[in-house]
Nanobody
Framework: EVQLVESGGGLVQAGGSLRLSCAAS????????LGWFRQAPGKEREGVSC????????HYADSVKGRFAASRDIPENTAYLQMNSLKPEDTAVYYC????????????????????WGQGTQVTVSS
């Protein structure tokens, strides 16, 4: 059974940092791309970052580029999202997700191709 469990969210002041974790089970990072998404109240869910299965390359939304860094620990089957220089507009529920796409760059994977989702973790950035 595929399972994704996020942790690490919380309340932080603007300019601060948080590191989200996504503990995965039931599949191999070699076979699945990993995505980080977020949804703010009243807004649609948007892609934040992703990690390609084949080579671990990463892709970022323009809004977080230079501030967020995604990574994966294959032996631990855990993915991370390091978030620095946080802004109030980063406030959202953050989700990790897995897509059974091993050959493409994750940048070309659509949101609806992610088959498995975690429960989400709340990130709140105060001004």
């Amino acid at each position: 059974e595929v399972q994704l469990v996020e942790s690490g969210g919380g309340l932080v002041q603007a300019g601060g940092s948080l590191r989200l974790s996504c503990a995965a089970s039931g599949f191999s990072f070699d076979d699945y791309a990993l995505g980080w998404f977020r949804q703010a109240p009243g807004k649609e869910r948007e892609g934040v970052s992703c990690i390609s299965a084949s080579d671990g390359s990463t892709h970022y939304a323009d809004s977080v580029k230079g501030r967020f860094a995604a990574s994966r620990d294959i032996p631990e089957n855990t993915a991370y999202l390091q978030m620095n220089s946080l802004k109030p507009e980063d406030t959202a529920v953050y989700y990790c997700a897995a897509a059974p796409v091993s050959t493409w760059s994750c940048a070309s994977i659509n949101q609806d191709q992610y088959d498995y989702w975690g429960q989400g973790t709340q990130v709140t950035v105060s001004s």
